[in-house]
């Protein structure tokens, strides 16, 4: 049998685990499943002639509420027929209503990919598109 310092040990374990069954925390199974952010990607026009300017926008939303405070919105352009090409990267703000633009000229005719990287509610999203310069 136990002694006293074996029956005081015994009793804080039981009210310990009979403590911890009581609780109530708040985990993200409480707060229903994760809802991750949609970016929509458009690029207009499609297809442009040199030196023409296209338009980038990226409309940003989380749990059908607009997002215009996103940590980063950037978009990354570059033309894939030239594979020593730069990367360009413009980091643009909100414009309203969770969409984020940047106007670009572009003068070097060639197949591009654009990128918009969006950073917003612990997240990060990445849609692409591609586009022609004639």
Same mark, same amino acid.
């Given at each position: ?20 069954? &009581? ?19 458009? +690029? ?7 030196? &023409?300017?296209? /338009? ?7 749990? &059908? ?24 990267? +413009?980091?643009?703000? #909100?414009?309203?209503? &969770?969409? @984020? ?10 197949? @591009? ?11 990060? #999203? ?5 586009? /022609?310069?004639?």
């Amino acid at each position: 049998m136990p002694g006293k310092v074996g029956w005081i040990a015994v009793l804080v374990l039981i009210v310990a685990v009979l403590g911890g069954c &009581g609780r109530s925390e708040t985990t993200a199974a409480d707060s229903g499943p994760l809802e991750p952010i949609r970016v929509n990607l458009e +690029v207009t026009p499609d297809t442009v002639e040199s030196g &023409g300017t296209v /338009t980038f926008t990226a409309k940003v939303g989380h749990r &059908g509420e607009n997002v215009d405070d996103a940590q980063e919105v950037m978009f990354e352009f570059w033309n894939t027929d030239d594979e020593n090409a730069e990367h360009s990267k +413009v980091t643009v703000k #909100s414009a309203g209503d &969770g969409t @984020y633009v940047l106007k670009h000229k572009f003068e070097d005719p060639g197949t @591009y990919k654009v990128i918009s990287h969006v950073t917003a509610r612990d997240q990060h #999203s990445m849609p692409s598109k591609q586009f /022609t310069v004639q």
